[in-house]
């Protein structure tokens, strides 16, 4: 795995929080900060959905995307997720990294500075070059879609498709 040179800057409300970081060696998303003032805190209800800062500019390189994750726990313990999941930056993108937070559970979630929020998974992109045409060629699935393929997996449920 060859990896890939990030830039990244500091706002002054990001001074003494750590930058972003993989929690683990074989893990792919850089764990984000909540860069809120000292002291304040910010309370997410039911339905709410809040943006908070990370405090960070990142310079990602051409040929490459950033992808701002929910973080697994936050989602199965408070029902806190991302509005716009995943949450794309393009390498062009300059301004200060926010996090779109939303509240899906039933109790208020409380942000304070410092909290991991959310993760960034840096990827290669591919830039499509769009061809029109009269027709598309036929699949076995057409314009099956929204469950159109039948439910799977799930127990007690028979796939009849």
């Known amino acids: 795995m060859q990896p890939v040179i990030v830039r990244i800057q500091r706002e002054p409300e990001a001074e003494g ?13 850089l ?5 809120l003032p000292e002291n304040e805190e910010v309370i997410i209800r039911p339905g709410e959905r809040r943006l908070i800062s990370t ?7 051409s040929g490459f995307e950033g992808q701002v994750r929910a973080r697994s726990g936050l989602a199965l313990n408070y029902g806190i997720g991302l509005v716009n999941a995943p949450g794309t930056i393009d390498a062009d993108f300059r301004g200060v990294l926010k996090v779109l937070l939303i509240n899906w559970g039933e109790m ?29 060629d036929a699949t076995q699935r057409g314009d099956g879609g929204f469950g159109s393929t039948g439910i799977c997996c799930r127990p007690g449920t028979v796939n009849t498709t």
């Not at 764990?31 to 860069?35: E, G, S, V």
């Not at 405090?55 to 390189?61: C, F, K």
């Open 17 to 29: 929080l750590p930058l972003p970081e993989y929690a683990t060696p074989g893990a792919v998303g």
């Open 31 to 35: 764990d984000l900060y909540a860069a």
């Open 55 to 61: 405090g960070l500019r990142i310079a990602i390189p």
């Open 108 to 136: 208020p979630f409380t942000v304070r500075r410092g909290e991991r929020i959310a993760q960034l998974v840096i990827s290669p992109v591919t830039k499509a070059v769009l061809e029109e045409t009269p027709t598309l």
